[in-house]
């Protein structure tokens, strides 16, 4: 299994450009629009727009960013997005904590600097990025001036690996195996005997850290595709490795939050559809309950449950009563063209959604987005458009006979 950050060393470790100006690899950007996310030039899925990943590459030639996927075994993979769909994500002190003290694993102490003097800005985490700022550079300084001064060496070095045991007895796994690590590599840069040791146990401890960062990448991939259910596993493995991990933390609360609606959504939805024309409100239900939780097993069997119903008043075909009913201009031929269209090109990526979930201003707009990802021609796009226009009057005016 790589981590992200052997895979930034492998891909480029010098600094790149995307739309939002100098980034540079193991930041994070998030999308700016949604896109499709391509491993070897094949779809991987497609991401909503404000998705975040840890930049791994920049292809100026190509125009595109690698940035790094998380499979559910664990392991990461480097998937392509367009250079153009992506800017910096807001800094966050938590995530520039982590990632300073795996620059001073790594031996790469600017960047080291750099973060942890970045995470000092973050008053949630000032006091803390602090503690491990003065202990890093302290060491740092002491490890150049170690022949002329050994004893302070000796002095920080220890301190070093003190605070690596007291992260510990806080719970920041993620922060202590990376410092207590860097402080190995420093003692091996001195070198002689009589240096201080680890206090910490890194064999258990480094694969904590290592489930909880897994968790964190996972919550985050699911969370933005609204796989609630899967967010909350990844969320309970992560938090037993690392209780106070702060990212799982904060995105418990929302998800055990949006569950609670999405059971809330079924338990409507299983009650309308036995009321007299009730099977109308409860496929809105159904479709809001999966919007907040796609992966929701109650809401999956019922809407295939009510899969006849579903498709009436998302996709229905183009019969005579269908065009009776929608009363437009458009050739039957035209209609069925869009109809195939829709109902092929655009499930491709997701289930189609009841055509009266948004105007036609808003059909306009997702259209245009889908097509852009799908490769739809001007004329296929319209074709598109005209069937749902002609869906929308035919559902609506079948309906209320």
């Given at each position: 299994?790589?981590?992200?950050?052997?895979?930034?060393?492998?891909?480029?470790?010098?600094i790149?450009a995307?739309?939002?100006?100098?980034?540079?690899?193991?930041?994070?950007?998030?999308?700016?629009?949604?896109?499709?996310?391509?491993?070897?030039?094949?779809?991987?899925?497609d991401?909503?727009?404000?998705?975040?990943?840890?930049?791994?590459?920049?292809?100026a030639?190509?125009?595109?960013v690698?940035?790094?996927f998380?499979?559910?075994?664990?392991?990461?993979?480097?998937?392509?997005?367009?250079?153009?769909?992506?800017?910096?994500?807001?800094?966050?002190?938590?995530?520039?904590?982590?990632?300073?003290?795996?620059?001073?694993?790594?031996?790469?102490?600017?960047?080291a600097?750099?973060?942890?003097?970045?995470?000092?800005?973050?008053?949630?985490?000032?006091?803390?990025?602090?503690a491990v700022?003065?202990?890093?550079?302290?060491?740092l300084?002491?490890?150049?001036?170690a022949?002329?001064?050994?004893?302070?060496f000796?002095?920080?070095?220890?301190?070093?690996?003190?605070?690596?045991?007291?992260?510990?007895?806080?719970?920041?796994?993620?922060?202590a195996?990376?410092?207590?690590?860097?402080?190995?590599?420093?003692?091996?840069?001195?070198?002689?005997?009589?240096?201080?040791?680890?206090?910490?146990?890194?064999?258990?401890?480094?694969?904590?850290?290592?489930?909880?960062?897994?968790?964190?990448?996972?919550?985050?991939?699911?969370?933005?595709?609204?796989?609630l259910?899967?967010?909350?596993?990844?969320?309970?493995?992560?938090?037993?490795?690392?209780?106070?991990?702060s990212?799982?933390?904060?995105?418990?609360?929302?998800?055990?939050?949006?569950?609670?609606?999405?059971?809330?959504r079924?338990?409507?939805?299983?009650?309308?559809?036995?009321?007299?024309?009730?099977?109308?409100?409860?496929?809105?239900?159904?479709e809001?309950g999966?919007?907040?939780?796609?992966?929701?097993?109650?809401?999956?069997a019922?809407?295939?449950?009510?899969?006849?119903?579903f498709?009436?008043?998302?996709?229905?075909?183009?019969?005579?009563?269908f065009?009776?009913?929608a009363?437009?201009?458009?050739?039957?031929?035209?209609?069925?063209?869009?109809?195939?269209?829709?109902?092929?090109?655009?499930?491709?990526?997701?289930?189609?959604e009841?055509?009266?979930?948004?105007?036609?201003?808003?059909?306009?707009?997702?259209?245009?987005?889908?097509s852009?990802?799908?490769?739809?021609?001007?004329?296929?796009?319209?074709?598109?458009?005209?069937?749902?226009?002609?869906?929308?009057?035919?559902?609506?005016?079948?309906?209320?006979?």
């Amino acid at each position: 299994m790589l981590r992200p950050a052997l895979l930034v060393s492998i891909l480029l470790p010098a600094i790149c450009a995307t739309a939002a100006g100098p980034l540079a690899p193991g930041d994070s950007v998030r999308l700016t629009r949604g896109e499709t996310l391509l491993f070897k030039n094949e779809r991987l899925l497609d991401a909503p727009k404000g998705q975040d990943f840890p930049l791994l590459q920049h292809d100026a030639i190509k125009r595109v960013v690698y940035v790094a996927f998380t499979k559910r075994d664990g392991s990461v993979i480097a998937a392509t997005l367009p250079n153009d769909a992506v800017e910096a994500s807001p800094a966050d002190g938590w995530t520039d904590l982590v990632r300073g003290v795996e620059a001073f694993r790594d031996q790469r102490y600017d960047e080291a600097k750099r973060l942890l003097a970045r995470a000092a800005q973050d008053p949630q985490r000032k006091a803390l990025a602090v503690a491990v700022a003065a202990r890093v550079n302290g060491a740092l300084v002491a490890a150049g001036n170690a022949r002329a001064g050994r004893a302070t060496f000796v002095i920080t070095l220890q301190g070093l690996r003190d605070t690596a045991e007291g992260l510990v007895k806080l719970g920041h796994v993620s922060l202590a195996v990376p410092l207590d690590e860097g402080a190995d590599k420093l003692a091996a840069a001195v070198g002689g005997e009589g240096l201080p040791v680890t206090k910490i146990d890194r064999a258990t401890l480094g694969k904590n850290a290592a489930t909880a960062a897994r968790a964190v990448a996972r919550v985050r991939q699911a969370v933005a595709l609204h796989k609630l259910v899967e967010a909350s596993k990844e969320i309970e493995e992560g938090l037993q490795a690392e209780p106070t991990r702060s990212e799982l933390k904060a995105y418990e609360s929302k998800v055990k939050k949006d569950l609670d609606e999405a059971k809330s959504r079924f338990e409507q939805a299983d009650k309308m559809r036995h009321f007299p024309k009730g099977e109308v409100h409860a496929l809105t239900a159904i479709e809001h309950g999966l919007k907040l939780a796609s992966d929701y097993p109650q809401l999956i069997a019922l809407k295939s449950e009510m899969s006849s119903a579903f498709l009436e008043r998302t996709s229905p075909p183009v019969t005579p009563e269908f065009l009776a009913a929608a009363k437009v201009s458009t050739s039957r031929a035209a209609l069925e063209e869009g109809h195939k269209l829709y109902t092929t090109r655009c499930t491709e990526c997701h289930d189609l959604e009841l055509l009266d979930s948004r105007g036609a201003s808003g059909w306009q707009r997702t259209v245009a987005g889908m097509s852009r990802r799908a490769n739809l021609s001007d004329a296929e796009q319209q074709r598109i458009l005209d069937y749902i226009a002609a869906a929308q009057i035919s559902v609506e005016a079948l309906a209320s006979k």
